[in-house]
């Protein structure tokens, strides 16, 4: 089975959740929006990526063939 690698950093992943709180709390500057907004971007894909190649590794057995 393939593993899986292509995740964010945790730097990355850190700093999204700082914009996310600092949204909540005090709101973004425009340049902070368009970081939060190309992180997320980067996130997503990477997500949506791996969930994939986690759906392309299932293998589907008919008990009553008996693959």
Same mark, same amino acid.
């Given at each position: 089975?393939?593993?899986? =690698?292509?995740?964010? /950093?945790? +730097?990355?992943?850190? *700093?999204?959740?700082?914009?996310? *709180? !600092? /949204? !909540? $709390?005090?709101?973004? /500057? %425009?340049?902070?929006? /368009? %970081? =939060?907004? +190309?992180? *997320?971007? +980067?996130?997503? !894909?990477?997500? *949506? @990526?791996?969930? $994939? $190649? =986690?759906? +392309?590794?299932? %293998?589907?057995? @008919? %008990? $009553? !063939?008996?693959?």
């Amino acid at each position: 089975m393939e593993v899986i =690698q292509s995740m964010l /950093s945790k +730097e990355k992943i850190q *700093r999204l959740n700082f914009l996310a *709180r !600092k /949204s !909540k $709390k005090t709101g973004l /500057s %425009e340049v902070e929006k /368009s %970081e =939060q907004a +190309e992180l *997320r971007q +980067e996130y997503l !894909k990477n997500f *949506r @990526d791996n969930f $994939k $190649k =986690q759906l +392309e590794c299932i %293998e589907f057995v @008919d %008990e $009553k !063939k008996k693959n």
